[in-house]
Structure formats: structure tokens, C-alpha cells
């Protein structure tokens, strides 16, 4: 869940992309969106499950990882104002959008802003662990102003975050501002959009995840004319931890059911 304060070894950067696997000759490009307090390499892992034809690129927002120093955002505007011309400047082939938790969010306005700017949507859209905004959950705390011990017990609870990281206090301490101002995300977030999506959308999460349900899961069905389907794995809020190569499969699936890759 936190951000790796350590230098990455970044294979490719583009703006706030970084790239994992791949290269300019892929078929296919798959954006991720980190969860929060996440960096781009939470995604390194997934790359090595996936074919040549598809280039992973992940985002890498303001205040982590090698960009540890830069001023963070609060505002869900803010983060589409700042990534939106870099994944411009990679949509000249076939597009998939991947977002897990507060990324599922940043993942579906994104595509909201390319319809708008470009008038052109991804070929598919997979939003995971986390709910349609218009099923808001039914109690809203105000995590990211809590006292410290009641914050580190929250990010304690949803599992994800390796004790040895929730028990270094001075560790916490220098990462809690990332996960502060990524909480102030989505506690002002706010739905306002009535455009409806024509891509291919793919829902998924864990079974044991106590953050959705079937019911705010399915609702974001209704956000698109295109087809939509809701995919559930063993697993917590972080099921992607635990099984990177199953997801990756998967990913490789529904990529090629919707941008047509499947001679590949």
C-alpha cells in the first residue's frame, strides 16, 4: 500500500509513465493507477506475467518513489490535469486503463477527460476494489485529518502493508503525508459526471474485500454501452499482492477479448 522511499530502476520514463514491460513496438498499452500511498512499481511485479505485445506503463503521481520531493495533490482534478497529456501522448494505439482502489477512481475520470478532450475512450476500462461512485459507502469517515495511531490502524486493517513498514515509526512518519493527501482525494471527491462510456469495462476484486459488494461492484455496469462483465478473486482489498500472475493472465484476457490480440 505505501510508497518504496528506496530508488527504483525505472526501464523507461515518459512524463509521469514509467515503464515495466514492453517497448515502442507493442501492440497494446496498459496504464495502471496506483492505489493509495502507492508508487508506479507496485506494478513491476505484474510485468513478467505478461506477453511482449502488451507495454505496461504505470503512473507515477507526485511525493513517492522518485519523486518523493514534489509537492503532492489533493484534489481527484488536480491528478487528471497532471497526467491526462502524457497518456495522451501514448494513445496511438490500443488503450487499456487498469486502476486498483483510489486508482479505479483516477482510472474512470481519465477516461471521462480523454472523452472529452480527444473524444476518443480506451478500448477497455478495469476498475478494481473499489465501488461505483454512486453507490458511495455508507460511512464516510474523514481518514486523512485522524490522529496518527488511528490512521496507521486503519491502513493496518485493510491489510496490504508489511508490519515490519506499520511498526517503523520513523518509516510511517515520512510516508503518512503521501497516504494523508491520496485519502483527501477521495474523501472530497465528488460525482458529477451524467456521460455514459461506450468502452469495454471489466470490474473486479477480492471476495474477502470489506471495502465493496456485489452491489457497488455491479453498479458500474451502468456507466457504459459497452460490454461489462464483474470478476471476483480469493483474496482482501489486496488480492493482487497475493496472486500477480493469476491477474496478469487475466489482464492478458480481457485485453485480448477487447483490443483483438489474441494471434499474439
Same mark, same amino acid.
Given at each position: 500500500?505505501?510508497?518504496?522511499?528506496?530508488?527504483?530502476?525505472?526501464?523507461?520514463?515518459? #512524463?509521469?509513465?514509467?515503464?515495466?514491460?514492453?517497448?515502442?513496438?507493442?501492440?497494446?498499452?496498459?496504464?495502471?493507477?496506483?492505489?493509495?500511498?502507492?508508487?508506479?512499481?507496485?506494478?513491476?511485479?505484474?510485468?513478467?506475467?505478461?506477453?511482449?505485445?502488451?507495454?505496461?506503463?504505470?503512473?507515477?503521481?507526485?511525493?513517492?518513489?522518485?519523486?518523493?520531493?514534489?509537492?503532492?495533490?489533493?484534489?481527484?482534478?488536480?491528478?487528471?490535469?497532471?497526467?491526462?497529456?502524457?497518456?495522451?501522448?501514448?494513445?496511438?494505439?490500443?488503450?487499456?486503463?487498469?486502476?486498483?482502489?483510489? #486508482?479505479?477512481?483516477?482510472?474512470?475520470?481519465?477516461?471521462?477527460?480523454?472523452?472529452?478532450?480527444?473524444?476518443?475512450?480506451?478500448?477497455?476500462?478495469?476498475?478494481?476494489?473499489?465501488?461505483?461512485? $454512486?453507490?458511495?459507502?455508507?460511512?464516510?469517515? $474523514?481518514?486523512?485529518?485522524?490522529?496518527?495511531?488511528?490512521?496507521?490502524?486503519?491502513?493496518?486493517?485493510?491489510?496490504?502493508?508489511?508490519?515490519?513498514?506499520?511498526?517503523?515509526?520513523?518509516?510511517?512518519?515520512?510516508?503518512?503525508?503521501?497516504?494523508?493527501?491520496?485519502?483527501?482525494?477521495?474523501?472530497?471527491?465528488?460525482?458529477?459526471?451524467?456521460?455514459?462510456?461506450? $468502452?469495454?469495462?471489466?470490474?473486479?476484486? #477480492?471476495?474477502?474485500?470489506?471495502?465493496?459488494?456485489?452491489?457497488?461492484?455491479?453498479?458500474?455496469?451502468?456507466?457504459?454501452?459497452?460490454?461489462?462483465?464483474?470478476?471476483?478473486?480469493?483474496?482482501?482489498?489486496?488480492?493482487?499482492?497475493?496472486?500477480?500472475?493469476?491477474?496478469?493472465?487475466?489482464?492478458?484476457?480481457?485485453?485480448?477479448?477487447?483490443? #483483438?490480440?489474441?494471434?499474439?
Amino acid at each position: 500500500m505505501l510508497a518504496v522511499l528506496k530508488k527504483q530502476r525505472i526501464s523507461g520514463r515518459q #512524463g509521469c509513465l514509467r515503464r515495466y514491460a514492453g517497448g515502442p513496438q507493442a501492440k497494446v498499452r496498459l496504464v495502471c493507477f496506483p492505489w493509495c500511498g502507492g508508487g508506479a512499481s507496485v506494478y513491476r511485479r505484474f510485468a513478467s506475467g505478461l506477453p511482449e505485445h502488451i507495454e505496461l506503463l504505470a503512473v507515477q503521481l507526485p511525493g513517492r518513489e522518485d519523486r518523493f520531493g514534489e509537492d503532492r495533490l489533493l484534489r481527484m482534478e488536480q491528478i487528471i490535469e497532471h497526467v491526462i497529456d502524457d497518456v495522451i501522448s501514448v494513445f496511438d494505439r490500443p488503450l487499456v486503463l487498469f486502476g486498483h482502489s483510489m #486508482g479505479a477512481l483516477v482510472a474512470y475520470e481519465l477516461t471521462l477527460a480523454l472523452k472529452a478532450r480527444t473524444g476518443r475512450e480506451p478500448d477497455l476500462l478495469i476498475l478494481s476494489g473499489h465501488g461505483a461512485p $454512486c453507490k458511495p459507502a455508507p460511512v464516510l469517515n $474523514c481518514w486523512h485529518s485522524a490522529g496518527e495511531e488511528e490512521f496507521i490502524a486503519n491502513i493496518r486493517d485493510l491489510g496490504g502493508t508489511p508490519p515490519e513498514i506499520l511498526e517503523d515509526r520513523q518509516m510511517m512518519r515520512a510516508l503518512l503525508p503521501v497516504l494523508r493527501s491520496d485519502y483527501e482525494v477521495l474523501e472530497t471527491y465528488k460525482h458529477q459526471s451524467t456521460t455514459s462510456l461506450s $468502452c469495454d469495462l471489466v470490474i473486479c476484486a #477480492g471476495n474477502e474485500d470489506r471495502e465493496v459488494s456485489p452491489e457497488t461492484m455491479g453498479w458500474w455496469q451502468q456507466y457504459t454501452t459497452g460490454s461489462s462483465r464483474v470478476q471476483w478473486f480469493e483474496g482482501n482489498h489486496f488480492y493482487l499482492h497475493s496472486q500477480p500472475r493469476i491477474l496478469a493472465q487475466s489482464l492478458q484476457e480481457w485485453i485480448a477479448d477487447s483490443c #483483438g490480440t489474441n494471434g499474439y
